[in-house]
């Protein structure tokens, strides 16, 4: 009754918990869809994204470990937009070698300059000396202050020329170095932003991971504790019911071995109650044998130079007769012996040995 009872309560609350679980069933699957819609559009670029770093994660053979870990760091700074970044770097880099050209230039220019300075110099020294001492001049110190003046005329154009060349220099100098100043404040700004995209990144992550963990929560508390809940039910029925069966079966086959045993005790008493009738036929158990015995032990009792009673002094017929009895009663007494216990069985067999030999 009381196993009705539990069966019929444990239906009625699994019943309970379906009907509550398919309600809120009902209610996660449009939550579920409204959140999917609108959450899809915003996921697309990134599923894009995602997908094309998989194409080419796909295509990264072990061939070459250092081709494959380049391919690799490429593709993540793809994916992640640090390769930007390296533009700039190479950019900066890039305009430090021109800074350097350039100032190789001036230095270059600024020698060649100086170069022309004192070329035109050591010309103008050359005139002033001849100037100095005009009023001796020769033919040949006119033909050399000529030579000197034409050559003085070409050292002032180089010297102009080399002036212009230092200062173009000097301003392409300024230009590659405002150029590497500005490549460097374009990468400061560039990381600053890649880091501020990756902070943020990292918080909508973690954001999103706690989002998937409170809906793992829910969903594990809602769907599948219920049904985990029903499958142990389910399963502790199935238990208990074959564990009740199994009882069931134990205590029928005790009650039947218990029957068998007391069918047998009867058997066996049945059997002894025969076997005592029997006995107690036996001429053996004669109240006149019985008197005789006793007389006989008596005597021996008081006389023992007198013989007990012997079997001899009975005719032939009932010596045959006694015989055939005594055999019987040995058979029947054997086989009491295999049908009872083994202590009864002795005993009896020891008596009735012990009867035998003392009538023959």
């Known amino acids: 009754m009381s196993f009705r009872l539990f069966s019929s309560t444990s239906r009625f609350n699994f019943v309970r918990t379906r009907a509550y679980s398919t309600q ?14 609108e959450i899809r559009p915003r996921l697309a670029p990134y599923w894009t994204k995602l997908n094309h770093t998989s194409e080419q994660l796909k295509r990264l053979t072990m061939e070459d470990s250092k081709e494959a870990i380049h391919r690799a760091s490429k593709i993540l700074n793809e994916v992640t937009g640090y390769q930007h970044i390296e533009a700039v770097k190479e ?21 060649a300059y100086e170069s022309a300075i004192e070329t035109r110099s050591n010309t103008q020294r050359g005139i002033n000396e001849l100037l100095q001492r005009k009023h001796l001049w020769t033919s040949e110190d006119v033909t050399r202050f000529t030579e000197l003046y034409r050559l003085e005329h070409q050292h002032v154009q180089a010297e102009m020329m080399a002036r212009e060349n230092y200062q173009a220099c000097e301003k392409q100098m300024d230009r590659e170095y405002m150029a590497l100043a500005r490549s460097i404040m374009e990468r400061y700004h560039e990381e600053q932003l890649w880091s501020d995209k990756i902070r943020s990144v990292s918080t909508y992550g973690t954001w999103a991971l706690m989002g998937v963990n409170l809906l793992l929560f829910v969903m594990v508390q809602t769907v599948f504790e219920p049904h985990k809940r ?38 066996q008493q049945v059997a002894l109650m025969e076997t005592m009738n029997e006995l107690s036929e036996h001429p053996l158990f004669h109240e006149n044998f019985i008197q005789s015995l006793k007389e006989s032990t008596n005597r021996e009792e008081k006389d023992e130079a007198i ?9 032939d017929q009932e010596k045959e007769r006694i015989q055939f009895e005594n055999d019987l009663l040995r058979q029947q007494l054997l086989t009491f012996h295999s049908e009872t216990p083994s202590t009864s069985n002795s005993s009896w067999l020891h008596i009735a040995e012990s009867a035998l030999a003392g009538g023959l």
């Open 24 to 37: 809120n069933n009902k209610s996660l699957e449009k939550y579920f869809e409204q959140l999917q819609n």
């Open 91 to 111: 950019k900066v880099t890039q305009q430090a070698n021109l800074f350097e050209s350039a100032r190789d230039q001036v230095q270059a220019a600024k020698k």
């Open 230 to 267: 029903k499958r142990l039910t389910d399963r502790f029925e199935e238990l208990l019911v074959a564990k009740v069966s199994e009882e069931e079966d134990k205590f029928k086959g005790v009650l039947e071995g218990l029957h068998d045993k007391n069918r047998l005790l009867m058997q």
């Open 307 to 315: 013989e007990p009673i012997r079997i001899d002094t009975l005719s």
